[in-house]
């Protein structure tokens, strides 16, 4: 017999006691009204500033200049399908990873983002690229419409799909490990620009 | 340049020298306190962490009650996602799983997300043998496996190093495994971090394995989930060619959507932050991104011998947040070594007799009395697992498993001679009479061992019940 029907038969002999039909009552998911819009994205910017991140807020039509102004002059890489384009920017897609510890920031998009958290969620498609161009690179610059912001988590797992690969991002990296006090700026890029653009 | 938690002592004598050592103690009680201060101030801005705990339990429980069920829809998922899926009995069939693959591929060096699983079966120990290297990534492993230390924590198994002696440790063994810490270091955390950040670059970008466990599997989907903080996950996860994840079949969860309340409790529990800095889901292979071979190893080591005991299987819904370490007053005094197991603290002192049983390690059979039943890990714990109850249901077990044996007997004697006394009336107040005049021994014979670390109350001159009759309470 093979470890897995052996492990699958110790499962199934372990749960002898246990009546099939039994469900887990869940208690029912508190339903709070969606705050306003307005609301949400102080909120979501007065979290991620929390992280020791870089928080703009701008109109729409501010925007390229807002994101001309987050990124150095030189040494920036870009994912396919964004849409603005960056003078001097390289095509992440040409870059290999190893190249990628050359450069000196990113500029992506993002899928939703979570107000009470802090949090971007990026799902990697146009406009943001393969994982490893938003993590290598020691500076990432967000682009977030206001739009994006959800209240909590649970807006944020319904909007996603669980097919694509996900990265949820909260500031920049940091870590708890010495004294258990965070520290910003470990592997991950060390420097997070996250802007909001109003429509 | 790793060692193991074989041969340690039982947990009375382990903790007896745990306690001698000041500077452990000194650094745990700034550690846990500064944690539960954060931990206490995140959880209070949830109105609902009670309704939250509730459905992650409960979440859990629904995955532990039709495991069988979701481990074979899982293995379905991954697999139609390109992922190889092996099923390991113990231990040695997982770390035999993964060297093949690495030999496979014939590396020398394999680079690892932190992952308690693959601390368990003492995966790094069996790539050694084969001459394959296991590099640390996670920030306080890295400080572990430098210092040729053991973890104390789950979380943060450096938790007993401050920054100085993290500062040493770096300066002196980080040339050896690679890049050198520059000259200067100082004990400021963010060069000490900073430093890390520098050793271990070259190894991500030129690792062609990578090694990981998983905070969650989602059946439905076939996702893996890995939260953390520093980003070495992310490159471990991303940028070598393969990926081998480690599983405890325990790990599993039904839905997708169940990830909405686990992702809520975890941080805020185990770091006490509204969301950890970085956390990755991954549905198999992504063509063009990360790994294009991936293999999930869905690991048993007695996880199936705890989901037989019908109390002890909720300890299966951990989600190794680590808050029950924090708030124990007894793990903050001994530290995690003298629990002699990767899972220390409170759930340590049920999940390894759980996982390993009882009657067969002495040492295993001294954890379930690792605790004054407080009470505390119960309130904290995410899933709401009853500790205590566990541990009392445990101590049943060990002394089953004991019955009969020599050291046992002055135990039974002591308990038997009290049945006897509390059963009569007359009996107890004869009892009670004689104590209240005799005088009280230091040592009381075959009770030393029980009175050395307990006082034992004088007991009253004149007791309740003689009280009673004279106030006429009977009347």
Same mark, same amino acid.
């Given at each position: 017999?093979?470890?897995?029907?052996?492990?699958?038969?110790?499962?199934?002999?372990?749960?002898?006691?246990?009546?099939?039909?039994?469900?887990?009552?869940?208690?029912?998911?508190?339903?709070?009204?969606?705050?306003?819009?307005?609301?949400?994205?102080?909120?979501?910017?007065?979290?991620?500033?929390?992280?020791?991140?870089?928080?703009?807020?701008?109109?729409?039509?501010?925007?390229?200049?807002?994101?001309?102004?987050?990124?150095?002059?030189?040494?920036?890489?870009?994912?396919?399908?964004?849409?603005?384009?960056?003078?001097?920017?390289?095509?992440?897609?040409?870059?290999?990873?190893?190249?990628?510890?050359?450069?000196?920031?990113?500029?992506?998009?993002?899928?939703?983002?979570?107000?009470?958290?802090?949090?971007? $969620?990026?799902?990697?498609?146009?406009?943001?690229?393969?994982?490893?161009?938003?993590?290598?690179?020691?500076?990432?610059?967000?682009?977030?419409?206001?739009?994006?912001?959800?209240?909590?988590?649970?807006?944020?797992?319904?909007?996603?799909?669980?097919?694509?690969?996900?990265?949820?991002?909260?500031?920049?990296?940091?870590?708890?490990?010495?004294?258990?006090?965070?520290?910003?700026?470990?592997?991950?890029?060390?420097?997070?620009?996250?802007?909001?653009?109003?429509? | 340049?790793?060692?193991?938690?074989?041969?340690?002592?039982?947990?009375?004598?382990?903790?007896?020298?745990?306690?001698?050592?000041?500077?452990?103690?000194?650094? &745990?009680?700034?550690?846990?306190?500064?944690?539960?201060?954060?931990?206490?101030?995140?959880?209070?801005?949830?109105?609902?962490?009670?309704?939250?705990?509730?459905?992650?339990?409960?979440?859990?429980?629904?995955?532990?009650?039709?495991?069988?069920?979701?481990?074979?829809?899982?293995?379905?998922?991954?697999?139609? *996602?390109?992922?190889?899926?092996?099923?390991?009995?113990?231990?040695?069939?997982?770390?035999?799983?993964?060297?093949?693959?690495?030999?496979?591929?014939?590396?020398?060096?394999?680079?690892?997300?932190?992952?308690?699983?693959?601390?368990?079966?003492?995966?790094?120990?069996?790539?050694?043998?084969?001459?394959?290297? =296991?590099?640390?990534?996670?920030?306080?492993?890295?400080?572990?496996?430098?210092?040729?230390?053991?973890?104390?924590?789950?979380?943060?198994?450096?938790?007993?190093?401050?920054?100085? +002696?993290?500062?040493?440790?770096?300066?002196?063994?980080?040339?050896?495994?690679?890049?050198?810490?520059?000259?200067d270091l100082t004990d400021d955390p963010a060069r000490l971090a900073e430093a890390a950040r520098l050793h271990l670059r070259e190894k991500f970008l030129?690792?062609?394995?990578?090694?990981?466990?998983?905070?969650?599997? $989602?059946?439905?989907?076939?996702?893996?989930?890995?939260?953390?903080?520093?980003?070495?996950?992310?490159?471990?996860?991303?940028?070598?060619?393969?990926?081998?994840?480690? $599983?405890?079949?325990?790990?599993?969860?039904?839905?997708?959507?169940?990830?909405?309340?686990?992702?809520?409790?975890?941080?805020?529990?185990?770091?006490? +932050? *509204?969301?950890?800095?970085?956390?990755?889901?991954?549905?198999?292979?992504?063509?063009?991104?990360?790994?294009?071979?991936?293999?999930?190893?869905?690991?048993?080591?007695?996880?199936?011998?705890?989901?037989?005991?019908?109390?002890?299987?909720?300890?299966?819904?951990?989600?190794?947040?680590?808050?029950? &370490?924090?708030?124990?007053?007894?793990?903050?005094?001994?530290?995690?070594?003298?629990?002699?197991?990767?899972?220390?603290?409170?759930?340590?002192?049920?999940?390894?007799?759980?996982?390993?049983?009882?009657?067969?390690?002495?040492?295993?059979?001294?954890?379930?009395?690792?605790?004054?039943?407080?009470?505390?890990?119960? +309130?904290?714990?995410?899933?709401?697992?009853?500790?205590?109850?566990?541990?009392?249901?445990?101590?049943?077990?060990?002394?089953? =498993?004991? *019955?009969?044996?020599?050291?046992?007997?002055?135990?039974?004697?002591?308990?038997?001679?009290?049945?006897?006394?509390?059963?009569?009336?007359?009996?107890?107040?004869?009892?009670?009479?004689?104590?209240?005049?005799?005088?009280?021994?230091?040592?009381?014979?075959?009770?030393?061992?029980?009175?050395?670390?307990?006082?034992?109350? *004088?007991?009253?001159?004149?007791?309740?019940?003689?009280?009673?009759?004279?106030?006429?309470?009977?009347?």
């Open positions: 017999m093979s470890a897995r029907e052996k492990i699958l038969g110790a499962v199934r002999a372990a749960l002898r006691d246990v009546d099939p039909s039994t469900v887990p009552a869940r208690p029912a998911a508190r339903r709070t009204p969606p705050p306003d819009r307005e609301k949400l994205v102080r909120r979501f910017l007065e979290r991620v500033a929390d992280y020791q991140a870089t928080v703009l807020r701008c109109a729409a039509a501010d925007l390229a200049a807002e994101i001309a102004r987050a990124l150095p002059p030189t040494g920036v890489v870009v994912p396919a399908g964004l849409e603005w384009s960056v003078p001097g920017s390289r095509d992440g897609d040409q870059v290999t990873d190893r190249e990628l510890d050359q450069v000196s920031a990113v500029l992506t998009t993002a899928t939703v983002a979570i107000a009470e958290t802090g949090t971007l $969620v990026l799902d990697h498609g146009p406009g943001q690229g393969r994982r490893a161009l938003t993590l290598v690179p020691d500076r990432h610059v967000c682009v977030v419409r206001a739009d994006q912001i959800v209240a909590d988590v649970p807006d944020a797992i319904a909007r996603l799909d669980p097919a694509r690969p996900t990265t949820w991002i909260s500031g920049p990296s940091a870590t708890s490990d010495i004294e258990l006090n965070r520290v910003e700026g470990v592997h991950g890029p060390r420097h997070l620009t996250v802007i909001v653009a109003d429509r | 340049m790793s060692r193991t938690f074989v041969g340690m002592p039982a947990f009375p004598e382990a903790a007896h020298r745990a306690l001698g050592n000041q500077q452990l103690r000194a650094n &745990l009680g700034h550690a846990t306190s500064t944690i539960r201060e954060k931990r206490a101030k995140v959880v209070a801005e949830v109105p609902d962490w009670e309704d939250l705990r509730r459905a992650g339990a409960a979440i859990k429980d629904d995955a532990l009650l039709h495991l069988d069920e979701h481990l074979v829809r899982l293995e379905e998922q991954l697999t139609s *996602r390109g992922v190889v899926v092996h099923w390991a009995r113990d231990a040695a069939e997982a770390c035999a799983l993964v060297a093949g693959v690495a030999r496979d591929h014939q590396v020398e060096e394999v680079v690892k997300v932190k992952s308690m699983a693959t601390g368990e079966i003492g995966l790094n120990e069996a790539l050694e043998r084969e001459g394959i290297a =296991a590099w640390e990534t996670d920030l306080a492993e890295l400080i572990v496996q430098l210092g040729d230390d053991l973890p104390s924590h789950i979380l943060v198994p450096a938790i007993h190093r401050n920054r100085t +002696e993290i500062r040493d440790i770096f300066a002196t063994a980080m040339g050896a495994a690679g890049r050198p810490a520059p000259a030129r690792a062609r394995m990578a090694v990981t466990g998983a905070n969650f599997a $989602v059946a439905d989907s076939g996702t893996l989930v890995v939260v953390e903080s520093e980003g070495n996950g992310r490159m471990c996860l991303t940028l070598p060619e393969v990926l081998v994840a480690v $599983v405890g079949i325990e790990k599993v969860v039904p839905t997708w959507r169940d990830l909405d309340v686990l992702l809520r409790l975890l941080p805020r529990s185990a770091t006490g +932050e *509204r969301m950890n800095p970085y956390t990755s889901t991954w549905t198999g292979i992504a063509p063009g991104d990360g790994p294009q071979e991936m293999h999930v190893v869905l690991l048993d080591n007695g996880r199936t011998r705890a989901l037989a005991d019908e109390v002890g299987r909720q300890a299966l819904r951990c989600i190794r947040c680590s808050a029950c &370490l924090n708030v124990c007053p007894v793990y903050e005094r001994t530290g995690g070594h003298a629990y002699g197991s990767v899972y220390p603290g409170p759930i340590g002192a049920i999940l390894n007799p759980l996982l390993r049983g009882v009657g067969v390690d002495d040492q295993v059979d001294s954890l379930p009395y690792a605790s004054s039943l407080c009470g505390a890990c119960y +309130e904290v714990c995410p899933v709401r697992i009853d500790i205590p109850e566990v541990l009392v249901e445990l101590r049943a077990q060990v002394v089953d =498993a004991h *019955r009969g044996r020599r050291h046992g007997a002055s135990e039974r004697l002591g308990m038997r001679t009290a049945a006897r006394v509390l059963r009569s009336g007359r009996r107890l107040a004869a009892v009670e009479w004689l104590g209240g005049r005799l005088p009280m021994p230091r040592r009381l014979g075959p009770l030393t061992a029980w009175t050395r670390e307990r006082d034992l109350p *004088r007991p009253a001159r004149r007791s309740f019940r003689r009280w009673w009759r004279r106030e006429g309470g009977a009347r």
